[in-house]
């Protein structure tokens, strides 16, 4: 069975999607605050992990930072509030995917699946070499000219993306949903972000052989 940590302040909530997740077969641990949230979940090994943004004693973008300082582990955010500036903060401290309430528990249980099936639960292995260029999804490492560098979560799922397409040109929409699973109506410069920290890890180390490219007013595609 997979395990999912259920970290909101409201017991109605709680209760509705605790039911929703055991009926799909979810091992259910719940964490009524932030403090206890980023406890449970930097102690105990989740699948998933569905994270509020207003609880007391830590709002959720800290306990997302600090589990991402430490852990892969797939967050959804789930919020009140439906700001763009709140989705796209939630999104580049490291979450997966963003939830509004009110929200459908048969829309969130549909989330879950879709980002469970996209981090690899088939069993097959991820790695990726090319060149210089080394990455190895399941462990999530990677390695230029076998130096390794030190990506977030969702820029390595960015550069495995771009690198198993290898020429192939993305627009920002397309990794948008690709990374987040669901069509992104907000700013979009979320992307541009990513692939800016990403040149930026990557360039410190000589790649001759390989490059991520911008191709203007269309996205970008790693070249080699």
């Known amino acids: 069975m997979q ?14 999607l605790e039911e929703y997740a055991k009926k799909d077969g979810f091992t259910v641990t719940i964490a009524g605050d932030g403090e206890e949230a980023l406890k449970k979940a930097l102690n105990d090994p989740f699948d998933i992990i569905l994270l509020d943004v207003m609880m007391p004693k830590m709002d959720g973008f800290a306990v997302c930072r600090e589990i991402r ?31 509004v309430k009110p929200f459908s528990p048969g829309e969130v249980m549909a989330r879950i699946r879709a980002i469970l099936r996209r981090i690899g639960k088939d069993g097959g292995t991820k790695i990726f070499n090319f060149g210089s260029l080394s990455v190895n999804l399941d462990e999530y490492i990677t390695k230029v000219n076998g130096k390794k560098i030190a990506l977030t979560k969702k820029e390595m799922e960015l550069l495995w993306i771009l690198a198993t397409n290898k020429n192939k040109v993305f627009s920002r929409d397309q990794l948008l949903n690709s990374l987040w699973g669901y069509d992104y109506f907000g700013d ?37």
């Open 188 to 224: 979009d410069r979320t992307v541009d972000s990513h692939i800016k920290r990403l040149r930026a890890k990557l360039g410190k180390v000589p790649h001759p052989d390989w490059d991520i490219k911008t191709i203007w007013g269309v996205g970008y595609k790693l070249e080699g």
């Open 69 to 99: 300082k430490n852990s892969t582990v797939p967050i959804i955010m789930i919020t009140a509030r439906s700001e763009d500036f709140e989705r796209i903060m939630g999104l580049d401290n490291g979450a997966d995917d963003y939830i």
């Open 3 to 16: 395990n999912i940590l259920i970290a909101d302040d409201n017991k109605q909530i709680v209760f509705i």
